[in-house]
């Protein structure tokens, strides 16, 4: 399958291309014509195992970051160091009885969890984990990847309409009004890689971010405006998948968990799963726009597997995620949706502008200066007038001082 | 025909005829979702990606929404009790058969008028934007256009009146 010339057949090539030269392998088994839909199968299995996998591992860790952050220990008592703990929490979602509500919509309450997991796993099909490691390699892949992500709101809304709960339904309501209003921005965000790279497939992407000046990569967040909108794409995807500062859906203070209040055992374990498995597929996507997808940073990493590149970035972006909830406290909903309208949109828009400006602007030095100085300017001026009417001031404390 | 054409015909028509036959209010606008999610396969069917995943993103992740929202903003989800069908549906009934038929004969027209394509022709989504941006660039601003004065429009609807509030 790999047209390669057998003199490119070194080491550090076959351990880039295990993954590939291993699916051919097993496939090479069968007659010819089932081999593509064995690849494909086979793929999807790969997709299945290894997310999940590091969904178990991420929630560990998690629970260990936020506690060290937190000066406790986090779960320290099932296996070494705790790390057994996500073994201990599955078998215990599985045997936990599935309560459905008694006034629920049982058919919406039942298909929410299953319609969330499997749009969430869809998106895994066009990215590109690794050099040749893309499961399908759509024209549209990038608007394929978006469209997929637009049908998690309904599930949402399903899980929380279903259950017949005012907490669940009030959490719903939030989530989708949330992920409404930043897809925007983030979709725009997108718009601004696309207009660079000039296609949507995510293959190409990659290729478009792969060269090197000397030894510095050409990926899209070292430009002034992939800098902006990596910006907003990571504030952006933050509060897409609902993680702190932008969980008022779960906002356990106030409407108990949001829209899974109503749900137990392996149905809340799917949720859980689906909530995780969309902050992998939306950093996966945001390495691929603008961190340069399976790309080394320099370039003597190459020898480094791709797809090791690939999935250290996802991880890292993960860390960033699990580091803001153990820094950042909740937003409001006002504050949250004037950000998203009078900041982060106008914001974008601007972007846009600047991208178009860089494109046509040409080769030099003169580009990064003008589009470096509008951002950079806009950015102060907004933060400014916006700050203005607020008098913000040291804070008075009522009752503590 | 393939066998997957009809298998995503029956699916997309069960979801419309649920979204009109169903007594819970949600649940129609739930099947309406199945149905535009069948849509959505059959331009894929057809080898149209930009307009299949278009459909899914803006039907499946704006449209939908915005349907079960005004649901759940406007009134309760039960039906009333002296149901959904209006007195006159035959005469419903009589036009939307009129214009499907219009439709259809429309349609097995201009098939019979063009000439046969000899192979599938291969448009790629940079061919679709240069085609909007190229010669139907018009068209486009207008419905921008268009969008842009009903954003403001909403805005105007929903801002706060501050002199008669008090």
Known sequence: MLATPASTLSVPFIVDQVFVLFKDWLVSFLPTSWRPAAGIVLGVIGIVCVYPGLFALTTVFERKGLGRMQNRYGPNRVGPYGFFQPVADGIKSLTKEDIIPFDADAVVHFLAPLTLVVTVFMGFAVLPMGRNMVLVNLDAGLLFFFSMSAATELSVFMAGWSSRNKYSLLGAMRAVAQMISYEVPLLLTTVAVVMIAGSLSLPKIVEAQSGYTGWFPHWYIFTPWGLASFLIFAIAATAETNRSPFDLPEGESEIVAGYHTEYSGFKFALFFLGEYVAMFSISGIGVTLFLGGWSAPLPFLNVVPSWLWFFSKVMLSIFVFIWMRGTLPRLRQDQLMNFAWKFVLPFTLLNLGVTALWRFMGEGWARWVVSSIILAGVYVLMGRVGMFKKHFGPRSYRYAE | ?166
């Not at chain 2, 149905?35 to 803006?58: E, H, K, M, P, R």
């Not at chain 2, 989800?77 to 939307?96: D, M």
């Not at chain 2, 008028?113 to 934007?129: F, K, R, Y």
């Open chain 2, 1 to 166: 025909m393939s066998p997957v054409f009809y298998v995503l015909a029956v699916f997309t028509v069960a979801g419309g005829l649920a979204a009109v036959l169903l007594k819970n209010t949600v649940h129609c606008a739930l099947a309406l979702t199945v149905a535009f999610a069948g849509l959505a396969l059959l331009f894929l069917n057809l080898d149209a990606q930009f307009v299949g995943f278009a459909q899914i993103l803006i039907y499946i992740g704006a449209v939908a929404i915005l349907v079960v929202f005004a649901i759940l903003l406007t009134r309760g989800t039960e039906t009333p009790p002296t149901g959904v069908f209006s007195h006159s549906w035959f005469v419903g009934l009589v036009i939307a058969a009129g214009v499907f038929s219009v439709l259809g004969w429309a349609v097995l027209q201009s098939a019979r008028n063009l000439p046969q394509e000899p192979a599938v022709p291969s448009v790629t989504v940079h061919d679709i934007g240069v085609a909007l941006l190229g010669r139907y660039v018009l068209p486009l601003e207008i419905v921008a256009l268009l969008l842009t004065s009903a954003t403001i429009g909403a805005v105007i609807v929903a801002m706060h009146e501050k002199g008669r509030a008090q």
